[in-house]
């Protein structure tokens, strides 16, 4: 690991820890086992936030980290029959990356958006869960980016985690949208990065397609 990798992976952490205290969660960065429960004592933990309803485990990494970091499997396995404990990776890249990923790139439009999501329904209705959650995602995030602007909310490009936190933030999601979304992108990482999601993949999709339905009639009527 390099010393910009580490640094990176830093600067991301401590945005996220922000990002949670200012949602109301009492957050610990690089919590020592004493301040753990026995499932993951044993772990070296980046971060982790509590809240009345939920404890989030957070572990921050770049692409370049992220490949030898197996411990994350073992961590997320940890926390499978832990109701009450989520598991957040956030993937960090360097800002000319996503760039040039994207150079020649055109966002959906409404038509591109409504097809991809009636496409990842047929794909759920065959039983193809993470490839139907990975199309309906790709529909979700171009939905969001396109009311961000209208609602002109400031959102950091390329950043799906950042932008449903920031639609949250200004009252276009309400709680019960972001909460959805935020599972369905942990889903996503964990399928994008070659990780088992534990989740039910069928019931996060359902939850998706429901709340990009309300999302879409309210971005068609503005």
Avoid: C
Avoid at 12 to 17: D, I, N, S, T
Avoid at 81 to 109: G, I, M
Wanted: avoid cysteine; aromatic fraction near 6%.
């Amino acid at each position: 690991m390099t010393l910009d990798t580490t640094a990176r992976e830093h600067q991301r952490l401590l945005e996220v820890a922000r990002e949670y205290r200012q949602r109301g969660y009492d957050v610990i960065i690089e919590p020592p086992p004493d301040q753990l429960p026995d499932f993951l004592a044993r772990f070296r933990i980046d971060m982790v936030a509590r809240s009345s309803e939920e404890n989030v485990i957070v572990e921050v990494r770049t692409q370049e980290s992220l490949g030898s970091a197996p411990e994350l499997d073992a961590v997320a396995q940890a926390l499978h029959d832990q109701p009450t404990w989520r598991f957040e990776l956030v993937v960090t890249n360097p800002k000319e990356r996503s760039s040039l990923q994207l150079k020649y790139a055109t966002s959906l439009t409404d038509r591109d958006i409504t097809y991809r999501l009636r496409e990842a329904q047929q794909l759920s209705d065959q039983e193809h869960g993470e490839a139907a959650l990975m199309l309906a995602w790709s529909a979700i995030e171009a939905l969001l980016r396109a009311i961000a602007n209208e609602e002109s909310v400031p959102v950091t490009r390329n950043n799906p985690g950042q932008l449903t936190k920031s639609l949250f933030t200004y009252g276009v999601l309400d709680k019960e949208q972001y909460q959805i979304l935020e599972k369905a992108f942990q889903a996503r990482n964990s399928i994008v990065h070659g990780y088992k999601d534990h989740q039910s993949l069928a019931s996060t999709l359902q939850k998706m397609l429901l709340v990009a339905d309300q999302l879409l009639q309210q971005h068609i009527a503005l």
